[in-house]
């Protein structure tokens, strides 16, 4: 029944679509197509505003700053404005195609945004996408931060829809999702673990984003590979920079520095960023600590060449790491690395094409270097992807996107070498495994009249298991039981195992009520072939990645979302309420006691099931004038169902929250002096409580009967942070500019729980006592020096 329902929907927007394909462009039409930059630092103006007030028609420009216009021919008055810049109006005769680009300066008095400054304000009821939000650096550096560490994803879990199973927990939920079903993109790389610190801080470094978009729902055809979300972060890349700038900052935890500079004045342009915590500067000074070692670190680069109006090459790097090491006694290391090339061309005013290859991988070490028993533990996940995207205006009411992207991925999920002749470790390794996975996919935007707007399209994704010359098994037992391994049989390397195939029709629609309102609409479907394996609440760096197998099959997952938008007061306010409703399959849970970790066999202790989550978002946001900020609600429910737990009943996802607030304000008190505050609500997280016990040789052990999972939440979760930024007085003679930052984070002292496990009383050992473990149980105050010239 689900598949005939998949095949009928997508043989209705194949339907649907043919009108636009077959549409003919208007009579006597040109093409207007050129790049908005900013004149200062020459970055791509993205999201900015092309539009003929006369004709009532307009664009926004994409990534790469890039606009295409289709007008009739004649005379017309263009308009380009982006907020934060200084408008443009030209007056163009266009007698055919014509390529116009355009630099805008920097308003004299700018107002602080909350939001991208590169959007227009009342795209979030004009435009057809929906559960999408947006974030610039600048509000970003405005917010209270911990430990005087700026931190996107902590500003992320901030946002209607996204959640944090706590304190100190690396990455994010989005609409009742697990942290790996979201696809998290530097530049094109994907990143697979996006924590420094065992989660307290993220893998981004300030200084070298320059914003980033996320996509809860109705995510775009060309992206496809996780079942809730899409994170696009986009680097820094002093684009055509006309002069050398240098960013940077010292605070607590680490110091920052990013370079940007002109190589070949208007083509080459380079930016660099690093980023250093110095923790182990600090165990230096202590005699019994000089041999531990504590940081983490980020380096970015980013090229780009220009070999001509239409053609442009972009390179990008990455590498991230943080280090432990305890003396001789234990190491542990992880991080992520990758690279990107990016060539971009525009075939004619209305063709526009990029091809991308993109190399990334993530891995981590543990071990104990010295000794009997010393070991190293390695594990990494690999991947290759080339991908090629067209774009092409069919006319005034349609755009055309297609593409194709093809990806190898290559796990090692654990090799551990023995250091020693006595070690218990030698010669233990999981078997290596490769998959492929490729895509296509058709994509129209159409505006049909002056009401509605539809964007539509279609995702073929297939998928391959492929061999690696290692024995490969199924595995039976009973359900909710763990599983032995049978049929084992070896496959030569590259041979495929199992193939699966999934179509992913995407679908959204906005109807425009009055000038200041709209409905929206939207269907996602989803497949997802690579899977995180943990068992834990809180994921940590040695989870391991699976692929999908003969005996994993992929998650799909099915969104539909209706929402309401409203912009008031000259769009100085927006709000919008949004409600979803989510189905996943194939959801992987664990066998009671699964082990996870060096464990030839991992496929058996897993179990399947299915998923659902629902619910409300309400957002209301204020981008004008000295305060600013917003007020996001959410109300939902994340369920699960797998057979042989519970039951077989539903039981609420370990990372449920029902009710989640967030309230982000920013308060412009004088020229030099910002303000800030946040406060962040939400639900405890639901875990499974001992409901009973018995007692033996005088101890009472506790256990779980009945077979109950995720049955009691921890108390709710809140936090109120506090910031200032203050401006150093400027010197006319003087390129250099600085601020100061200060921050006081949890600042009522709440004693946020991060989990609660059960112990013995130690004054009557026949009781037991439940423990309360707070990550930070106090205020924490910080300060952070930044500049720039």
């Known amino acids: 029944m689900k598949n005939s329902t998949s095949w009928a929907l997508t043989a209705g927007l194949l339907l649907a679509a043919g009108p636009a394909w077959s549409q003919t462009a208007p009579a006597a039409p040109a093409a207007l197509s050129g790049t908005l930059r900013d004149a200062a630092t020459g970055e791509a103006l993205v999201g900015a505003s092309v539009f003929v007030k006369a ?50 300066g920097a308003q004299r008095q700018q107002t602080r945004e909350v939001v991208v400054t590169g959007l227009r304000a009342e795209d979030n009821v004009k435009k057809p996408e929906m559960s999408v939000n947006r974030l610039d650096m600048k509000t970003v550096k405005l917010m209270p931060a911990l430990l005087g560490e700026v931190d996107v994803v902590r500003s992320i879990q901030l946002l209607p829809g996204v959640t944090t199973v706590g304190e100190g927990a690396s990455g994010f939920n989005v609409r009742g999702g697990g942290i790996d079903q979201n696809l998290i993109l530097m530049d094109e790389m994907p990143v697979y673990n996006v924590s420094h610190l065992f989660g307290f801080f993220s893998a981004f470094n300030p200084d070298a984003v320059q914003d980033m978009t996320l ?39 680490s110091s920052r520095l990013a370079v940007e500079a002109p190589l070949i004045k208007d083509r080459t342009s380079i930016s660099l960023a690093g980023r250093r915590s110095y923790g182990d500067l600090f165990l230096k000074l202590i005699p019994e600590q000089r041999k531990n070692q504590a940081y983490f670190y980020d380096l970015n680069v980013k090229v780009n060449h220009r070999f001509s109006a239409k053609d442009q090459l972009t390179l990008t790097g990455y590498r991230g790491r943080d280090v432990f090491n305890f003396a001789d006694v234990f190491k542990n290391d992880w991080g992520n690395m990758g690279a990107s090339a990016r060539w971009t061309h525009q075939f004619s005013p209305r063709l526009f094409g990029s091809a991308s290859a993109v190399v990334a991988q993530y891995d981590y070490g543990l071990g104990v270097p010295n000794g009997t028993q010393a070991f190293d533990w390695t594990s990494k996940i690999r991947n290759y992807t080339g991908k090629a995207d067209f774009s092409y205006q069919l006319g005034a009411n349609n755009t055309l996107a297609a593409g194709v992207s093809g990806t190898r991925y290559h796990f090692e999920p654990a090799t551990v070498k023995a250091l020693s002749a006595e070690s218990i470790f030698r010669g233990l390794k999981v078997d290596d495994q490769q998959a492929g996975e490729y895509a296509a996919y058709l994509d129209n935007e159409q505006t049909l009249g002056p009401r509605l707007q539809l964007q539509y399209g279609l995702r073929v994704s297939v998928y391959d298991f492929l061999g690696s010359g290692t024995a490969i098994s199924d595995y039976v037992g009973e359900t909710g039981q763990r599983k032995t391994p049978v049929n084992t049989r070896t496959y030569q390397d590259g041979e495929r195992i199992k193939r699966y195939a999934n179509l992913e029709p995407r679908a959204s629609a906005r109807y425009t ?41 992929p998650e799909r997952g099915n969104q539909v979302a209706l929402g309401y938008f409203r912009n008031f007061h000259d769009n100085a306010y927006e709000a919008s309420v949004e409600v979803f409703g989510k189905t996943m399959d194939n959801q992987v849970d664990y066998v009671n006691g699964a082990n996870t970790l060096l464990n030839k066999d991992l496929e058996g202790e897993l179990l399947y099931g299915q998923g659902r989550a629902y619910g409300a978002e309400f957002f209301v946001k204020k981008s004008q004038g000295k305060l600013s900020g917003w007020v996001s609600y959410t109300l939902s429910r994340s369920e699960r169902q797998i057979d042989g737990i519970n039951r077989d009943q539903w039981y609420p996802n370990k990372y449920d929250k029902t009710h989640s607030l967030n309230v982000v304000g920013m308060y412009q008190l004088g020229p030099r002096l910002t303000a800030s505050a946040s406060f962040a609500y939400g639900t405890g997280v639901a875990t499974t409580f001992p409901n009973g016990r018995f007692v033996y040789e005088g101890l009472v052990v506790p256990v779980v009967s009945g077979d109950a999972r995720n049955n009691y939440r921890v108390p709710a979760y809140h936090r109120l942070d506090l910031g200032a930024t203050l401006k ?13 930052v200060f921050s006081v984070y949890n600042a009522y002292s709440r004693r946020n729980p991060y989990g609660i496990y059960f112990r013995q009383n130690e004054d009557n050992p026949r009781k037991t006592e439940a423990v309360r473990l707070a990550v930070f149980g106090s205020v924490i105050p910080s300060v952070s020096y930044n500049f720039n010239f």
């Open 513 to 553: 009520l009055d000038l200041n309102s709209s409905l929206k609409a939207s269907y996602t479907r989803t497949a997802q072939y690579v899977h995180l394996i943990s068992n834990t609440t809180a994921a940590s760096p040695l989870d391991v990645w699976s692929p999908s197998t003969n005996n994993i099959r």
């Open 55 to 104: 004709l009532g028609q307009g664009t926004s420009t994409d990534e790469n700053g890039f606009y295409r216009l289709v007008l009739p021919k004649g005379t017309h008055t263009v308009t380009y404005q982006i907020l934060g810049f200084e408008p443009q109006q030209v007056t163009l005769t266009l007698a055919g195609d014509m390529t116009r680009s355009v630099k805008l």
């Open 215 to 253: 996509y809860k729902g109705a995510i775009p055809a060309r992206y496809g590979g996780r079942l809730s979300s899409l994170l696009d972060v986009k680097m820094r890349d002093g684009r055509q920079a006309e002069r050398l700038t240098v960013n940077g900052g010292v605070g607590l935890i």
């Open 728 to 740: 150093n007085r400027p010197r006319p003679d003087r390129r250099w500019q600085s601020e100061w």
